[in-house]
T-cell receptor, first 114, second 113 residues
Framework: DSGVTQTPKHLITATGQRVTLRCSPRSGDLSVYWYQQSLDQGLQFLIQ???????AKGNILERFSAQQFPDLHSELNLSSLELGDSALYFC?????????????FGEGSRLTVL | GDSVTQMEGPVTLSEEAFLTINCTYT??????LFWYVQYPGEGLQLLLKATKADDKGSNKGFEATYRKETTSFHLEKGSVQVSDSAVYFC????????????FGAGTRLFVKA
């Protein structure tokens, strides 16, 4: 158990819909990362937050947005969903400082868009 | 920008065979390097890491050495087991732009009994 909790584990929805994925980081971790894992594109970095502020941005579509709340949990919002958005979405957390870069992953949220 | 390239899989080995999974990287500055492992149905977990040139990371019989001159971080294990069957990801973290971690595409390993 990594200590990172993601909900829901599975989600099935239709094209054009909007969903929210939730992540609770490990206790004490200030950084949260979101990754998308699809069969043909490996693990793609979406976005990083540190203590409530956006810190780094990767290949995140404009239809997607995220935020980190004062209690440090994070949400990833996916809107106007397309078939190609079907993937496994991982959240990870980390500390800063000496162990920077060592990520702890949740079990993922599997999104299926029909 | 920063990138990680690792050998394509799947790699299929018999139990007790020697394993090498190649990984090379491109990065500005001095990144930290990692290997993560993903078992079926689970999230990624850290396998080993190295934070500076010539460092060797090791864990569970796996090893990798940070080679700056060849920009490589190849994963090796002397004798694989069926339980090592998983997907292995090479990754780097640089401190440019907020400790962003970049992953390779992953290499799936099958170990046959």
């Amino acid at each position: 158990d990594s200590g990172v909790t993601q909900t829901p584990k599975h989600l099935i929805t239709a094209t054009g819909q909007r969903v929210t994925l939730r992540c609770s980081p490990r206790s004490g971790d200030l950084s949260v990362y979101w990754y998308q894992q699809s069969l043909d594109q490996g693990l793609q970095f979406l976005i990083q937050y540190y203590n409530g502020e956006e810190r780094a941005k990767g290949n995140i579509l404009e239809r997607f947005s995220a935020q980190q709340f004062p209690d440090l949990h994070s949400e990833l919002n996916l809107s106007s969903l397309e078939l190609g958005d079907s993937a496994l979405y991982f959240c990870a957390s980390s500390v800063q400082g000496a162990n920077a870069g060592e990520l702890f992953f949740g079990e993922g949220s599997r999104l299926t868009v029909l | 920008g920063d990138s990680v390239t690792q050998m394509e899989g799947p790699v299929t080995l018999s139990e007790e065979a020697f394993l090498t999974i190649n990984c090379t990287y491109t990065a500005t500055g001095y990144p930290s390097l990692f290997w993560y492992v993903q078992y079926p149905g689970e999230g990624l977990q850290l396998l080993l890491k190295a934070t500076k040139a010539d460092d060797k990371g090791s864990n569970k019989g796996f090893e990798a050495t940070y080679r700056k001159e060849t920009t490589s971080f190849h994963l090796e294990k002397g004798s694989v087991q069926v339980s090592d069957s998983a997907v292995y990801f090479c990754a780097l973290t640089s401190n440019t732009g907020g400790f962003k971690t970049i992953f390779g595409a992953g290499t799936r390993l099958f170990v046959k009994a």
